[in-house]
C-alpha cells in the first residue's frame, strides 16, 4: 500500500494582500471629488435679551444683535451690529437690518431676512430662495427667522455669505426681549446641524 505525500500548501504572499488593499482605498478617494470644501467650525448657539430701540430700557442698553461676535451690542455712531429690534404698530417685534438704521463709516453691512415656518429646532437648513435683503421684518415669538450675512470674513471664500436663525422666546414689561439662536461659521453652508455642518 502506497501513501499519497500531503500537497504542500503555498506560502500566502503578504505583499500581494498589501498591494491589493493599497489599490482598493486609492479607488476609493478617487471617487470622492479633491476640491470639495468641507465645514471647519461646529455651529455656534447663542442666547441673547436686550431692549428694544423704543422702550423703556436703561440709557445705552443694548439692542442689536452682532453675529459675528453672537452677542447683544449697543446701537450707536459705530453702526457695529447687523439687525437691531423695535416694536411696530401692532406690537409685533420688528427687526431691522443695520443699513435701515444708519450707515457706518466702514461700510453698511448687507443682511437678508426671511421668516421660516416650522419649530426653532426643526428648522435646521437655510433655505435658498426667497430672501429679502435690507428690508425690516415683524415676528411675534415663536416665529423663526433665518439670516442672511454678506461677510468680509469670506471675501477670499467659494461663497460670501453666512448663515444664521434665531427666535424670540419672550417679551417682558418695558421692551425686554429674550432670544436664542444659533451661528453657522463656515463661509456659504447652511445647515443647522449641531457640530460640525456637513452642507
Known amino acids: 500500500m502506497s501513501i499519497t505525500p500531503p500537497i504542500p500548501r503555498r506560502p500566502v504572499r503578504r505583499g500581494r494582500a498589501v498591494a491589493f488593499v493599497a489599490l482598493a ?54 453702526f457695529g451690529f447687523d439687525v437691531a429690534f423695535d416694536f411696530d404698530g ?37 433655505p435658498s430662495k426667497g430672501w429679502v435683503l435690507d428690508s425690516a421684518l415683524s415676528v411675534l415669538p415663536g416665529e423663526v427667522v433665518v439670516v442672511r450675512l454678506t461677510s468680509t470674513g469670506c471675501v477670499y471664500q467659494l461663497s460670501s455669505e453666512l448663515y444664521a436663525k434665531f427666535v424670540i422666546d419672550s417679551v417682558k414689561a418695558g421692551g425686554l426681549i429674550f432670544g436664542r439662536g444659533m451661528t453657522n461659521p463656515n463661509c456659504g453652508f447652511k445647515s443647522f446641524e449641531p457640530g460640525i455642518p456637513s452642507k
Open 25 to 78: 482605498a486609492l479607488a476609493v478617494s478617487a471617487c470622492s471629488d479633491p476640491f470639495k470644501v468641507t465645514a471647519q467650525y461646529a455651529n455656534t448657539p447663542f442666547a441673547f435679551s436686550l431692549f428694544a430701540l423704543s422702550g423703556s430700557g436703561p440709557a445705552n442698553a443694548p439692542a442689536a444683535i452682532d453675529f459675528g461676535t453672537l452677542g447683544a451690542v449697543r446701537v450707536d455712531g459705530s
Open 90 to 126: 401692532t406690537g409685533k417685534i420688528r427687526v431691522i437690518p443695520q443699513k435701515l438704521v444708519g450707515t457706518s463709516i466702514g461700510g453698511s453691512r448687507t443682511v437678508g431676512l426671511q421668516r421660516v415656518t416650522g419649530v426653532y429646532e426643526t428648522v435646521l437648513l437655510a
